[in-house]
């Protein structure tokens, strides 16, 4: 058993530098990054006696911090310091802060006096302050608020008066959208029951008795809040329809049911797995295209999908991915989205194991790849690409290379490997055989993973050097093991950090050796080595001509280190001019969308024209966005419908047009049911319809080599 050694002698003695990929930056103290609190360090905590360290990556800057305090739980970084639950002899349970610093690392404030401790928890962040739950003697456990400091930090509201608590540890399901607070609260003599709060006393309050049921004592506890277009959809329960989704957007009148998906007082959020027995369903939101997806289980089958954008009118179902009434995993939380559609696994648990892809409608959501896995139903893990936004503390998913994402699956030639994919068949496939046959070489219960911009990280074992640390740039020659930190077999039980410190990649590694009693002490790495995150990924950019105007718009995956665009045009291609620029909004709770207009482009005369978006950073880097071409000449044409639905004739107001155009109609089926050729065919235009019999057809106007298609209804 190797004895416990001083940083100072490990590099004296050079036992630090492994290899040359890899320094190791603490020994046989199990640390655990908890939470970046800049660009440039990250607090730490050890798994094995509670103390807190801070770390930039490097040896000497992995040191401990406090010698009194244990840390428990991370809340959230407030003005560069990480507020956190600690323990402490004097406190006991408490709220504590951080600044990376021994100075900076103090007790934030003692809500309970004496050693009993408040035992704070529930963290969310709205409006420059930190609120949380926790508990007192007089006010028993309610909501608190804090801006960083002792002096600021206080009781939000009573709501239960007197030593009653309004509910119970990590059961508020406290939420920000930004504007306000949601979280889930019982008054006196109610149930648990939607609180809204805009972070006053007088500001928090009721804002809908959901389950109205014996008395108003019964609970709707509304949970799983998720932003969507000025509104948080969630579920709840109440009397009559069990525990559906609902969404609200902040009012009273704009709280209500979106659906009954699964009829009467069952749930849709649960599966009976046996009479009588119930187990939790709903797993989870994926937004796509201002959209959220959602499984939920209407009695009939539990692989359904379906989405809302957060109305009753468009809370509809999709798709029945794995049809039947028997437990089904359609894993739409680790979903990944590319530029036009978003994957997503699935799995029945017995014998399927495949990737689906899904553009939001029915006839767009399919089986995008079916795997055969050495242990059948297994489910293919994506590794989707996650960027920390400290300020917000959000994350986004920005993709690798702008267009590919990693995946892991299982088939009987290979075993499980690691896969790319940019989203096509052809663009689909194992990225390297690491373990060659039939032996895997992705330990399936080890999802760690780390991208960079250049690069994944992730263990993995090629039969010879047992599970180390690998990465890759997407190619088979681009694969390569980092580190073999326990030679031959064995293997050294590699646990990445998501997140990048002072560019550092973070990993936690098991070399061998053991403490007291055989406990196992993992050591702290740094690659050497200086990496980048993933850049910004852009979710849409498009131009449009509207009257003599260009109209740009585009959407963002990731707003945590964007500071502005500026957005460039050409007329060649190649000379790009500035034309505009717009502040990044740095939402972080919704996928923000911009927009900017290049009036009257069409006076400049050109057939075409190119855009083009240039990011600027906070660390002061450029990125720049797909280039975007607008056909400008013979483009600025267009043709309306009205009234839709065609109550009698057919009419058309043409614009833009100097030549003949010929005008189509199509039936359901796509049969052309009518066709002419007008000469004068600027203004209104109209067309017999009356006797067309009542459906839905499209108009197809062609001007020269252009078409528009316009859907109409009679």
Request: one cysteine or more; aromatic letters at 12%.
């Amino acid at each position: 058993m190797k004895k416990l050694i001083l940083f100072v002698c490990a590099v004296m003695l050079n036992e630090t530098v492994l290899q040359a990929q890899v320094t190791q930056i603490n020994a046989n103290k199990s640390l655990e990054t908890a939470y970046p609190i800049n660009n440039s360090k990250a607090i730490a905590f050890s798994k094995i006696d509670s103390s807190i360290w801070v770390t930039d990556g490097t040896l000497f800057g992995t040191t401990q911090i406090s010698n009194s305090i244990k840390f428990i739980e991370a809340g959230m970084v407030l003005n560069g310091q990480l507020v956190f639950v600690g323990n402490s002899s004097t406190t006991g349970v408490e709220l504590f802060i951080t600044d990376g610093t021994i100075g900076g690392t103090i007790l934030l404030n003692d809500i309970s006096p004496g050693t009993t401790g408040s035992d704070p928890g529930d963290f969310a962040l709205l409006n420059g302050f930190i609120y949380f739950s926790a508990v007192t003697a007089n006010e028993g456990r309610e909501l608190w608020k804090t801006n960083g400091t002792s002096t600021g930090t206080s009781i939000l509201k009573d709501i239960v008066n007197g030593a009653g608590s309004s509910n119970q540890l990590n059961q508020y399901n406290l939420f920000s959208n930004g504007s306000y607070l949601l979280f889930a609260a019982q008054a006196n003599g109610s149930g648990m029951e939607l609180w809204k709060s805009d972070g006053t006393d007088v500001g928090t309050s009721l804002l809908f008795n959901i389950n109205t049921g014996n008395g108003g004592a019964d609970s709707s506890n509304p949970a799983n809040f998720y932003a969507i277009n000025n509104a948080v959809v969630f579920t709840a329960t109440d009397a009559t329809h069990g525990n559906e989704f609902w969404r609200t957007d902040g009012t009273s009148s704009g709280t209500f049911l979106l659906k009954d998906i699964y009829a009467g007082t069952n749930s849709s959020t649960s599966f009976e797995a046996f009479p009588g027995f119930l187990l939790p369903y709903f797993s989870g939101f994926h937004t796509f295209n201002n959209k959220i997806y959602f499984q939920a289980n209407d009695g009939i089958s539990t692989g359904k999908i379906w989405s809302t954008d957060g109305t009753v009118a468009n809370t509809v179902f999709v798709k029945d991915i794995v049809p039947g009434i028997s437990f089904s995993f359609v894993f739409l939380v680790g979903a990944v989205n590319l530029s036009n559609k978003f994957i997503f696994s699935v799995s029945d648990g017995v014998t399927s194991s495949e990737l689906w892809e899904s553009d939001g409608t029915t006839e767009g959501t399919n089986l995008f790849k079916s795997f055969n896995p050495p242990t059948p139903g297994e489910l293919p893990i994506i590794y989707v690409p996650y960027n920390i936004n400290i300020n917000t503390n959000t994350l986004t998913q920005p993709l690798f290379q702008g267009d590919k994402f990693f995946f892991t699956a299982g088939t009987a030639n290979d075993g499980h490997e690691l896969w790319i994919s940019n989203g096509t068949l052809s663009g689909t496939a194992i990225v390297k055989d690491i373990n060659p046959g039939v032996a895997s070489g992705i330990d399936s219960s080890n999802s760690s993973y780390l991208y960079t911009s250049d690069a994944l990280f992730f263990p993995a074992s090629n039969g010879i050097n047992g599970l180390e640390l690998w990465k890759t740039n997407g190619t088979a020659n681009g694969t390569s093991i980092v580190a073999d930190i326990v030679t031959g077999s064995g293997g050294s039980d590699i646990d990445m950090t998501f997140f990048l410190v002072n560019g550092k990649v973070i990993f936690k590694a098991d070399d061998g050796d053991y403490l007291a009693n055989n406990i196992i002490a993992k050591d702290l790495y740094a690659v050497d080595g200086t990496y980048s995150a993933l850049p910004i990924g852009f979710s849409e950019f498009s131009a449009v001509l509207i009257g003599k105007d260009a109209i740009l718009k585009w959407g963002v995956k990731t707003e945590g280190n964007n500071k502005e665009y500026v957005i460039e045009r050409s007329f060649d291609g190649l000379q790009f001019d500035v034309i505009g620029r717009r502040a990044s909004i740095a939402a972080g709770f919704e996928q923000p969308y911009y927009t900017y207009t290049d009036a009257n482009i069409t006076d400049f005369q050109k057939s075409i024209v190119y855009y083009r978006i240039m990011v600027n950073t906070i660390d002061n880097s450029n990125l720049y966005s797909p280039i975007v071409p607008l056909k400008l000449k013979g483009s600025y044409w267009n043709v309306g419908v009205y009234p839709n639905p065609v109550l009698g004739d057919l009419r058309l107001a043409i614009t833009g047009i100097t030549g003949p155009v010929e005008i189509a109609i199509n039936d359901a089926a796509g049969r052309t049911i009518y066709r002419n050729r007008i000469l004068n065919s600027n203004g209104g235009v109209q067309i017999p319809a009356s006797k067309l019999p009542h459906g839905y057809y499209v108009l197809v106007v062609t001007n020269g080599q252009e078409k528009k298609s316009i859907k109409f209804i009679r």
